[in-house]
């Protein structure tokens, strides 16, 4: 499905001056991003019908969202009926779709059957900036690292004195920024491989995608598809295009991307930098890219104690993101002193290979954030001795990749949820000496049966680590309350004052050893 404008009215419509007024817009899906979009479209006098197959009486903040819409003056249309297909009796001329639709959606099929364009919230608040002056976008994808990246970024932006955000995928929604009052001078923008997808005429300042793993395979149809979209990021891009010298996948992204005259493809390595690169040397992040003397020198930009903080491990996947913001914040002429400044003010979101304590020696790791074998394996990779705890929702993705590269490391794995025999056969192909406990428990103490067995499993100085290479709403409402259980488990463990020598029992019937 093509999401491209296809002339007439909705040509001109390309800044905050334009004339909405009038235009009849479909939004699906009353999530955060439809909300805002919704209200936007019905502030500048659009006729906005607004439909979400959920229910309100289940789901509390859809029925919030509904009623505020409602009182505005939306025509806000809940329940399944109403997504089954163009709205009755409203002649669209654009829909407007939250992220997480598919384009096999049958709406959105209806529509673009009808020759009826369909742009994402991303695309919609591109086209909402500002007439005179717009804030530049820093975009930010890829299939793990995003947030983070996104979030030392803007702090690199904040630190160089520029009034700035994080935004999009994360956060603020990018409507709320671009149309917010007091306006940004530069926004750091997270971009999914939905977004991507619904959006067309970007033209970022400087983009980066992080990495491509499978993922999201059901929702785009193919990899293929997938990494096209994670693609998009570079399109039309100003100054710089920032890949991943570790993952050549993203480079032949850039080699394809039009961009604008003069756009410059720079590499983020944590190896030494080549011209037109960051890098590392010795304990330094360099910059060989945006320096003028770069075939014979480098700017000093951080050391690795400014990027691992107060952590007690630099994870590499962190230093590789920390290497990526500095990259797109060099390519805005944020000076280096800022970017170290930035690294320094920097603080990780939740349930990112958070530390939950240490117990009889072993240390307890909260990675619940690591949703897919990719962000899994970077995970596990940053520890040496790793007593796995891992399953939930594999969504058909493929682990045997992961389980080969992390047996080395593995002193024992601990599965739970939906998928966790997928997960067991794997290791009973690439890592048979590994002990692995199942634990069959989805009730609300699983997690405590986890935690036992792992820590039965475990020896002085080994890591506990929580990375599920799945999603986890097959047993919790999502990543965040899972790692607040592992977490809660393992305080419990430590108050209950555990000593470590005694093994969970292998004949438990809530934990099966495989």
């Not at 003397?293 to 691992?308: G, I, Y």
């Not at 002429?333 to 800022?338: C, D, F, H, R, S």
Request: with cysteine; net charge negative.
């Amino acid at each position: 499905m093509s999401s491209t404008p296809v002339g007439g009215r909705l040509d001109g419509l390309t800044n905050g001056s334009a004339d909405w007024s009038g235009l009849r817009v479909v939004v699906t899906g009353l999530g955060v991003s439809g909300f805002a979009a919704a209200d936007a479209l019905h502030e500048r006098g659009a006729h906005v019908v607004a439909v979400d197959g959920g229910d309100p009486e289940t789901n509390t903040r859809l029925g919030e969202r509904a009623r505020i819409l409602d009182i505005l003056g939306v025509d806000v249309r809940l329940g399944p009926e109403h997504v089954a297909g163009m709205p009755q009796g409203h002649a669209a001329d654009l829909v407007v779709t939250s992220p997480g639709w598919r384009p096999d959606q049958p709406l959105l099929v209806e529509a673009a059957a009808a020759g009826v364009p369909v742009w994402g919230e991303v695309e919609l608040a591109w086209r909402m900036r500002a007439a005179v002056g717009p804030a530049p976008w820093l975009t930010i994808t890829g299939t793990n690292g995003k947030t983070t990246t996104v979030t030392m970024l803007a702090e690199m932006l904040r630190a160089a004195g520029l009034r700035a955000t994080a935004a999009g995928n994360v956060g603020t929604p990018i409507l709320e920024a671009v149309l917010h009052p007091e306006p940004y001078d530069v926004i750091a923008v997270e971009l999914s491989s939905y977004q991507l997808h619904w959006s067309d005429s970007l033209a970022p300042h400087a983009s980066a995608c992080l990495n491509v793993a499978p993922d999201h395979v059901d929702w785009h149809g193919s990899f293929e598809e997938y990494a096209a979209a994670k693609g998009k990021v570079y399109a039309n891009t100003k100054v710089a295009c920032v890949y991943n010298v570790q993952d050549p996948a993203t480079e032949r992204l850039v080699m394809e991307a039009e961009v604008q005259e003069g756009c410059r493809a720079i590499g983020f390595t944590l190896g030494m930098p080549a011209l037109s690169m960051v890098g590392v040397v010795d304990d330094i992040l360099a910059d060989r890219a945006f320096v003028e003397e770069r075939k014979t020198s480098a700017a000093e930009l951080a050391t690795l104690d400014d990027v691992r903080g107060s952590a007690a491990t630099l994870a590499p996947h962190n230093l590789a993101n920390a290497l990526a913001a500095a990259a797109l914040a060099r390519a805005y002429g944020v000076p280096p002193a800022a970017v170290r400044d930035g690294l320094r003010a920097f603080r990780p979101e939740p349930h990112r290979i958070a530390d939950c304590g240490e117990v009889d020696g072993v240390r307890y790791v909260d990675d619940s954030k690591a949703t897919n074998p990719h962000a899994a394996l970077a995970s596990l990779l940053s520890f040496e001795h790793v007593v796995w705890v891992a399953g939930g929702l594999l969504k058909g993705a493929d682990v045997d990749e992961l389980v080969r590269e992390a047996a080395p490391r593995l002193r024992a794995v601990v599965l739970l949820g939906a998928d966790r025999a997928t997960l067991a056969e794997a290791l009973t192909r690439h890592a048979p000496d590994v002990p692995v406990v199942d634990v069959s428990s989805t009730d609300t103490g699983a997690m405590d049966v986890v935690v036992e067995h792992a820590a039965g499993l475990a020896r002085s100085g080994d890591v506990v680590l929580l990375a599920p290479a799945a999603a986890s709403m097959d047993m919790f409402t999502d990543y965040g309350a899972r790692g607040d259980a592992f977490a809660a488990a393992v305080a419990r463990r430590a108050s209950d004052g555990a000593t470590g020598s005694g093994r969970t029992d292998p004949t438990d019937p809530q934990g099966d050893q495989a």
